[in-house]
Nanobody, 121 residues
């Protein structure tokens, strides 16, 4: 059974940091490029960052570049998103995913359930 589970969300003050984790089971995460997305209330889900499956680099959208860092640990079948200097506009549900194609094409094979991140001003 395929399962993708995010953790690490929560409430943080503006300027603070959070580290999201994503655990995959039922498939090998190292066979996929991976990505992080978010969806704020009333808005569409948007891709934030993605990473190749074999050191083929990373990609960040403009508004998170320099603040967010994606990483993966293939031995543990996990991926991470370090988020620094968080802003109230970063408030959203965050999702990890195994991508269908190569980063930064945002088509997804497997979605996680999402974890809420709330940034207070």
């Amino acid at each position: 059974q395929v399962l993708v589970l995010e953790s690490g969300g929560g409430l943080v003050q503006a300027g603070g940091s959070l580290r999201l984790s994503c655990a995959a089971s039922g498939f090998r995460l190292d066979e996929y490029d991976v990505g992080w997305f978010r969806q704020a209330p009333g808005k569409e889900r948007e891709g934030l960052s993605c990473m190749g499956n074999s050191d083929r680099g990373t990609h960040y959208v403009t508004f998170v570049k320099g603040r967010f860092t994606i990483s993966r640990d293939n031995a543990k079948n996990m991926m991470y998103l370090q988020m620094n200097n968080l802003k109230p506009e970063d408030t959203a549900v965050y999702f990890c995913a195994a991508l269908t194609y190569t980063c930064p094409v945002w088509d997804v094979n497997y979605w996680g359930q999402g974890t809420q991140v709330t940034v207070s001003s």
